[in-house]
């Protein structure tokens, strides 16, 4: 009986928004699954079978627990993009920075508590391209009875955005790195799993949004894709939008936005067309000479009482090179940094560091296809090194030879970044970490670099929210550019764009001990090593210290 009860406890605390519960459960058994898409059949990784998988709800301070079983044959590990993890790195999950991969046969257990954040995040894999299906979304919900800062929306829908590949995601890296060439761009963009009615698959007629006309809907939409910034519209519809990579935003209403992996957008829509059926695009921003999967994904979002025979009213995506529709949107995004929601932006800055973001070429003798060449990454010349020990595991138990604390707050050379490249296109290897105090504040100026071609490369930062003071074409110039930076409502966020031949600069306080991943969510990108860390000491204060790790943590 009592073990009963506590079953049902268990169940109904993974629904937050019936019953009050600080702790929440959730199982994620990380299992093959043969699943058709695309016409076509192959197995892929999967939580609890399920692509995407299951969404995550919680509340604001809500302590999760979530154990990850791996009965998969491949290493596992899952990040939960977005969320703060105070004092809980162990918890964060990039593999061989925070822990050790989840071995086949292995759990762990995710132990974190949600704390000052609430809105869309997502989860995903964070070891090798198993990200690729191994996602789904986070819904943090305000703590019970504090209203969103906008009206309550009727209902609330979560929309996933990722990409298809016909081929296993993981031979398509490894293809890669053994060619030294990009590899292969995706057959599909998806929409809740589906490619919709461009894939030519009479099967998948694609995702259908419901609505009932007068009714108001907010979607979580979330880019989950590897290697896609993704424009998203619906026809006949605008949205209005509150908040991205939860944190509310000053609304604003626009037809089309754009949303690089890892990030979030919570959008508004009203159903005021009375009936219908409208398309929902998704489609590539690429404002570069790279290859793209340039399919748009589609799905129907159809008016109750409407026959589902009738055809729904198209839209046309942008083209893909659509710069100005995306600064459209991303010029629009503000803090909301009203009383209760402000805008604490950093106002003096104790590192200001200057970071290059871009691609070089370095030697490989095995690279037959690459002419004994390959592409790589870096920032300020450092192609990230992984290591076969994770960095926090070696900073907490003070473990040798690891990694160095010597990363460059500036590039050995200057050059005119997003001119003529360089003499030469090689990096050099390592695994550095930038070391700050605890409860330093930190400026990053992210330069594009045009060396083999200028690419919007959107940079996640692990541990922190940071506030984006400002954005420009061109080199970064300190004398004049810091004079137009917005430190009073810019957008705060996670993972932030910088534009194709430009910069962004961004600035963050380091109130979280530990050690802390920067890199591009583009996943090509990350693999060829545009990647480094911060390591943030403890405070001496009480609550400022990285908390000791768990004892399931996974070993190398
Ligand atoms: C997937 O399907 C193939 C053949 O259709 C089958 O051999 C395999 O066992 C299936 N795998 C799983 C995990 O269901
Ligand atoms: C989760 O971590 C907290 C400390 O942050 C600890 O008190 C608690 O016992 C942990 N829970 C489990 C189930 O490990
Ligand atoms: C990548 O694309 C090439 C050319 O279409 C194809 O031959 C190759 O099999 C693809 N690789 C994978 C892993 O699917
Ligand atoms: C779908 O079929 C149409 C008409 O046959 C063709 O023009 C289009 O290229 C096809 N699209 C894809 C993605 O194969
Ligand atoms: C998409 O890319 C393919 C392959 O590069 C190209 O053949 C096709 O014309 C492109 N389609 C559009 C609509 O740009
Ligand atoms: C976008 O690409 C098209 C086709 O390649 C080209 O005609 C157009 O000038 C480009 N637009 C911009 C803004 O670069
Ligand atoms: C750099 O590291 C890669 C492994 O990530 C290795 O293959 C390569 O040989 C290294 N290059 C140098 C110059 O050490
Ligand atoms: C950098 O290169 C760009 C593109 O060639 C050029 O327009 C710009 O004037 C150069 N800037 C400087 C400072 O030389
Ligand atoms: C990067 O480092 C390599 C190896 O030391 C060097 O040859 C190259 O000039 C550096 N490139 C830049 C842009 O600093
Ligand atoms: C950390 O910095 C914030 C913002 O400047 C300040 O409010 C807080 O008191 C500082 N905490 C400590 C322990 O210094
Ligand atoms: C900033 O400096 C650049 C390069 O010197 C110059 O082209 C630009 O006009 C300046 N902008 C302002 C606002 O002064
Ligand atoms: C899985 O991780 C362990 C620990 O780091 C490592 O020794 C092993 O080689 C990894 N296995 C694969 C298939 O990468
Ligand atoms: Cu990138």
């Not at 292995?106 to 990200?131: D, E, K, M, P």
């Not at 605890?438 to 400026?443: E, H, I």
């Amino acid at each position: 009986m009592e073990s009963w009860i506590r079953v049902l406890i268990l169940v109904a605390c993974l629904f937050p928004a019936v019953v009050e519960c600080r702790v929440r459960h959730f199982k994620f058994n990380v299992v093959m699954r043969n699943t058709s898409r695309l016409c076509s059949s192959k197995p892929i990784v999967t939580v609890n079978g399920r692509f995407p998988g299951p969404t995550l709800y919680a509340r604001e301070d809500d302590t999760v627990l979530v154990k990850v079983v791996n009965h998969v044959t491949y290493n596992v590990s899952i990040h939960w993009h977005g969320i703060r993890q105070l004092r809980t790195g162990w918890a964060d999950g990039p593999a061989y920075i925070t822990q050790c991969p989840i071995q086949p046969g292995q759990s762990y257990v995710y132990n974190f508590t949600i704390t000052g954040q609430r809105g869309t995040l997502l989860w995903h894999a964070h070891i090798s391209w198993l990200r690729a299906t191994v996602h789904g979304g986070i819904v943090v919900l305000p703590k019970r009875g504090v209203p969103y800062p906008f009206p309550k929306p009727n209902k609330e829908v979560v929309v996933i955005l990722g990409e298809w590949w016909k081929s296993d995601t993981e031979a398509v890296v490894n293809e890669a790195l053994n060619s030294g060439l990009a590899p292969n761009v995706s057959d599909a963009h998806t929409i809740n799993g589906h490619p919709g009615s461009l894939s030519n698959c009479s099967t998948q007629d694609g995702f259908t949004l419901s609505v009932e006309s007068g009714k108001s809907y907010m979607l979580r939409i979330i880019n989950a894709a590897l290697n896609e910034e993704l424009f998203f519209k619906i026809a006949g519809h605008k949205l209005t939008i509150v908040e991205v990579d939860a944190v509310y935003v000053k609304p604003f209403k626009i037809d089309t936005i754009v949303i690089a992996p890892g990030q979030t957008t919570n959008a508004i829509i009203t159903a005021d067309q009375g009936s219908g059926k409208y398309m929902i695009a998704a489609s590539p921003f690429m404002d570069s000479p790279v290859a793209v999967d340039n399919l748009t994904a589609t799905a129907t979002l159809h008016y109750s009482g409407t026959l589902s025979s009738s055809p729904a009213t198209l839209t046309n995506p942008p083209p893909q090179n659509a710069t100005a529709v995306a600064n459209n949107f991303i010029t629009s995004l503000k803090s909301l940094n009203s009383k209760n929601f402000p805008a604490k932006v950093p106002l003096t800055v104790d590192h200001s560091l200057f970071f290059t973001v871009g691609l070089g070429i370095n030697p490989c003798p095995t690279c037959i296809a690459g002419n004994g060449s390959r592409v790589v990454a870096g920032i300020n010349n450092v192609t990230f090194v992984m290591p076969t020990t994770a960095l926090l595991q070696a900073h907490f138990f003070n473990i040798k030879g690891v990694f160095t604390t010597d990363f460059p707050g500036n590039p050995p050379t200057t050059f005119n970044y997003t001119g003529a490249p360089p003499q030469t296109l090689q990096t050099i290897n390592g695994t550095k970490v930038y070391r700050v105090s605890y409860n330093d504040t930190v400026q990053v100026v992210l330069q594009d670099t045009g060396i083999i071609a200028p690419e919007n490369h959107p940079i996640h930062l692990h541990g922190f929210n940071f506030f984006a003071v400002g954005r420009g074409l061109g080199n970064f110039n300190p004398k004049n550019d810091t004079k137009s930076f917005n430190l009073v409502d810019p957008v705060e966020r996670n993972t932030i764009g910088v534009p194709s031949g430009g910069w962004v600069a961004i600035r963050f306080l380091a109130d979280n001990p530990g050690v802390w991943f920067l890199h591009c969510h583009l996943e090509v990108h990350t693999t060829w090593g545009l990647k480094m860390a911060f390591l943030v000491d403890n405070g001496k204060g009480p609550n400022e210290s990285l908390l000791p790790p768990p004892s399931d943590l996974p070993k190398c």
